[in-house]
């Protein structure tokens, strides 16, 4: 396995990865799927970083991928956004609360990343060097923290997160969430 950046021709397969590691309810209907993509994956492979964890046949078994500053992001995610804002509603509301959140934390910590191993390629060491490759090009990109959230249940990716030293910023969704930050320069 390697890190490397990403590149076009692996869409599908970073796509693919996004789903699988999203769960069923992602997957539970077009809308839902389409949600997903968009606010979690499309947009970043887009406009933001990304790094692939490519196995020896050279597919993409995982990725980390970060915006660099949330009120840029916020103003190049608008294509997203309207399309977003075509699934319905809920969809709307759920896009908007994070992206109120991102920039309402944005001074302290401007990126935000979202991280995904396809379950058979995890405890491998990839994310922390997909984490460690993130963490370096926004540390040499001058960026003061990064935020992300993550299921509170689960334990191991919450245990990985401290030892890659994120510190908890707190809880959202009636404790279902959990928030982890770092300061990028210390």
Not at 33 to 38: G, I, N, Q
Not at 158 to 186: I, P, Q, S, W
Request: glycine content about 10%; proline content about 2%; charged content about 30%.
């Amino acid at each position: 396995m390697r890190v490397v950046p990403y590149t076009p021709e692996h869409a599908d397969e970073m796509r693919a990865v996004c789903l699988e590691q999203a769960g069923e309810e992602a997957r539970a209907s077009e809308s839902q799927e389409a949600f997903t993509l968009l606010m979690y994956c499309d947009a970043y492979l887009e406009l933001g970083v990304a790094y692939m964890l490519l196995d020896d046949e050279d597919i993409a078994r995982g990725y980390v991928l970060a915006a660099e500053d949330a009120h840029a992001w916020r103003c190049a995610f608008e294509g997203y956004r309207r399309r977003i804002v075509g699934l319905g509603p809920d969809f709307e509301r759920q896009a908007a609360v994070e992206l109120d959140f991102y920039e309402g934390v944005a001074d302290l910590y401007p990126a935000h990343l979202h991280i995904d191993i396809a379950e058979e390629f995890t405890g491998k060491g990839g994310g922390r060097r997909l984490m460690e490759a993130l963490l370096a090009h926004l540390r040499a990109d001058g960026v003061r923290g990064v935020v992300f959230g993550v299921e509170s249940a689960n334990d191991r990716a919450v245990g990985f997160y401290r030892h890659m030293g994120f510190e908890k910023l707190g809880n959202y969704d009636d404790g279902a969430g959990t928030t982890f930050c770092m300061d990028l320069t210390r």
